[in-house]
């Protein structure tokens, strides 16, 4: 992740994502840590200070974050971001990580806030700050339309997922007794050559594969009844940044910057708050 409520974030294969190297002198690894030795400054301030933000980011999971074929890093929620940093007055600087390494980059510093459909959990609420949430999908199981073995989350058992057991739609897995299969590469091909049995993601990214990819017929097996919520995560510890970031969240949506790129990518509000 959207454990069956958030229940899912899309899994674009255990995504192989070119690690770009973010030396320790790194904007985000300097200003990671508290005002102590930087004049006083929290962090917000020396970020405008630097002016850049750097968010870390997968690359390999469209609609939400991919590389077009110019290779340009684009994506609903690479606007998202952009438009925040914007606001913030500074430029963004993007960093790609794997799944695994993204929360552990929030952690260190290496990055200021991470933009990955991250679901909000008790569990991450403990360690970060979250904002706004820009995003409200329904956890899904996809699988082959002539697959008719799985029509619920219980039918998971003994089937092979392709995931992350860090990620929330892996735990999820596991819960249910499936297998995961962490292999590199396009999910759907995966699932096309029967290597894996379902993926597990939303309501979201499976339109987006059925339209993008008719040569592979899928179908939704299975739904949660409750969407999961996708926000922003700051690192605890940093309350101005994150609520400069939520302020820019709610000024979007108030303003109808949010509205528009929610159509730009998905051709209707994607947030949940309107029912």
């Not at 926000?231 to 994150?242: D, M, Q, R, Y």
Request: aromatic share 8%.
């Amino acid at each position: 992740m959207k454990q069956a409520a958030m229940a899912l974030i899309f899994i674009w294969g255990v995504w192989a994502a070119v690690l770009s190297g973010c030396a320790s002198t790194s904007p985000a690894s300097n200003a990671a840590g508290s005002a102590a030795g930087s004049g006083g400054q929290n962090l917000l301030d020396q970020i405008k200070a630097n002016g850049e933000i750097v968010i870390g980011t997968l690359g390999t999971y469209p609609p939400y974050n991919y590389y077009d074929k110019e290779g340009k890093l684009t994506g609903f929620e690479i606007d998202i971001a952009e438009e925040v940093a914007k606001r913030l007055g500074v430029k963004a600087k993007w960093e790609v990580a794997s799944w695994d390494g993204l929360l552990g980059g929030l952690d260190s510093g290496r990055f200021h806030f991470i933009m990955c459909q991250i679901a909000v959990t008790p569990e991450r609420e403990k360690k970060y700050d979250f904002t706004e949430p820009y995003e409200r999908p329904y956890p899904v199981l996809i699988t082959l339309a002539d697959d008719t073995s799985i029509n619920s989350y219980d039918d998971l058992k003994g089937k092979k997922v392709n995931s992350s057991p860090t990620s929330i739609y892996g735990k999820v897995a596991l819960e249910h007794g499936a297998t995961l299969i962490q292999a590199e590469g396009d999910a759907l091909e995966l699932l096309k050559s029967r290597r894996v049995d379902v993926i597990m993601n939303d309501n979201l990214h499976f339109l987006t594969l059925q339209k993008s990819r008719p040569d592979v017929a899928i179908r939704v097996a299975a739904r949660q009844e409750e969407p999961m919520t996708i926000s922003i995560p700051v690192k605890k510890g940093n309350p101005e940044l994150a609520a400069a970031i939520d302020q820019a969240v709610k000024d979007m949506k108030a303003d109808g910057t949010y509205l528009k790129l929610s159509e730009k990518w998905f051709g209707t509000d994607v947030s949940g708050d309107r029912k």
